[in-house]
């Protein structure tokens, strides 16, 4: 089959060519061998068909991996795992500020920090080295929906009326981060307004997937042993990551979890700390 004559209709109902490419490489952020990636390429390009959605795609190729490696599923997951950090977005926020800490910042969630004007409750600040960060963090339930100019352009006024109260330590970097994508005219207006943008992939090798990769700081919703219900109690504790799980188990046991599924979660969490 030629599968470059293959069209596939993407989350936000757009039409784009099938790449075999682009599914090797998903796979091969999962960290899957060559050996399995040939195989479920084999298999995945063999059910392709003319409007196949990339949904369909993505849940064939996870079934597969599943089947495999439950490790290989957990990080192929991992764009999905962090939609499921919703729908209210306030475990975005708590994720994200883990990530910094586990970066080295001092962090805090939810601050209320006076401006010039008027006041603001900001999402994440975090400090280390003298860098002061404030940030926002815009998350998405819907993947087609994308970070247009009007974010960054309101975030970039709230960054200037908090810089304009007098204060014994000022921040100097205003961050907007979201989970799905910014358009081609955000991130030119973050570019020049100096404003630093985080998305999925933004920038290019330093964007949520590379940093959570690199860090291997995965959420728990990355889980393949856990039922929704679980992951929900857990993040109303704020449990976010696989890490944070691993060091405070005995969550599990307030779960009512027993001791023989207990060691397959953990161990789980402890192969995505340190893969």
Aim: glycine share 6%.
């Amino acid at each position: 089959m030629d599968t470059s004559t293959i069209d596939i209709v993407k989350s936000s109902g757009n039409v784009v060519k099938f790449s075999l490419e682009k599914l090797r490489n998903s796979l091969r952020r999962s960290g899957s061998d060559d050996k399995t990636i040939q195989q479920i390429v084999a298999i995945v390009r063999d059910e392709l068909y003319q409007g196949i959605s990339t949904k369909e795609i993505y849940n064939r190729a996870f079934a597969l991996l599943k089947k495999k490696k439950s490790i290989f599923a957990s990080k192929y997951k991992l764009k999905k795992a962090i939609y499921e950090l919703g729908p209210t977005g306030f475990p975005f926020e708590r994720f994200i500020g883990a990530l910094l800490q586990f970066s080295g910042y001092q962090v805090k969630i939810g601050q209320i920090l006076q401006g010039k004007c008027v006041s603001h409750e900001v999402d994440v600040v975090a400090q280390k080295n003298g860098q002061y960060i404030v940030a926002e963090c815009k998350f998405h339930s819907d993947p087609s929906r994308k970070c247009d100019v009007k974010v960054p352009l309101y975030i970039h006024s709230r960054y200037q009326d908090i810089l304009g109260y007098n204060r014994k330590e000022m921040p100097n970097e205003g961050w907007v981060i979201t989970n799905t994508q910014f358009t081609k005219d955000a991130q030119d207006y973050g570019t020049c307004a100096g404003l630093h943008l985080l998305s999925w992939d933004y920038p290019k090798g330093d964007g949520l997937k590379d940093r959570i990769d690199r860090l291997g700081l995965y959420p728990i919703t990355v889980s393949t042993l856990l039922t929704n219900r679980e992951k929900n109690f857990l993040l109303s504790r704020d449990i976010v990551l696989c890490r944070q799980l691993y060091k405070d188990n005995f969550y599990l046991d307030h779960l009512g979890i027993s001791e023989k599924r207990k060691e397959k979660i953990l161990n789980e969490v402890h192969l995505l700390c340190n893969y």
